[in-house]
Nanobody, 118 residues
Framework: QVQLVESGGGLVQAGGSLRLSCAAS????????MGWYRQAPGKQRELVAT???????NYADSVKGRFTISRDNGKNTVHLQMNSLMPEDTAVYFC????????????WGQGTQVTVSS
């Protein structure tokens, strides 16, 4: 089992910045994927960014150039630095953890609200 605890989020004006963090604990495989998804009201959950334990990253087109994902493998944490925030970034952001051992295992955080005012 893996537990995910998120921090950060809140209310910010358009153009501002926020930083999300997520700490994983439990049975942690060295090779894994951590990342962030988001879900706005009335919309499906969508990928924001992911980073594998080796450091390769993947971003949604809508956040490229504005968001940066990073991780600390020693602390099993992942961060999402969000700059130049726009009202359309308003959503609940969920931390995500995935690893494969005979089969795939996925875990989700409880979600943290990000609200960007215009």
């Amino acid at each position: 089992q893996v537990q995910l605890v998120e921090s950060g989020g809140g209310l910010v004006q358009a153009g501002g910045s926020l930083r999300l963090s997520c700490a994983a604990s439990g049975t942690i495989s060295r090779i894994n994927v951590m990342g962030w998804y988001r879900q706005a009201p009335g919309k499906q959950r969508e990928l924001v960014a992911t980073i594998i334990s080796g450091g390769s990253t993947n971003y949604a087109d809508s956040v490229k150039g504005r968001f940066t994902i990073s991780r600390d493998n020693g602390k099993n944490t992942v961060h999402l630095q969000m700059n130049s925030l726009m009202p359309e970034d308003t959503a609940v952001y969920f931390c995500y953890f995935y690893y494969y051992r005979d089969k795939g295992y996925s875990y989700w955080g409880q979600g943290t609200q990000v609200t960007v005012s215009s």
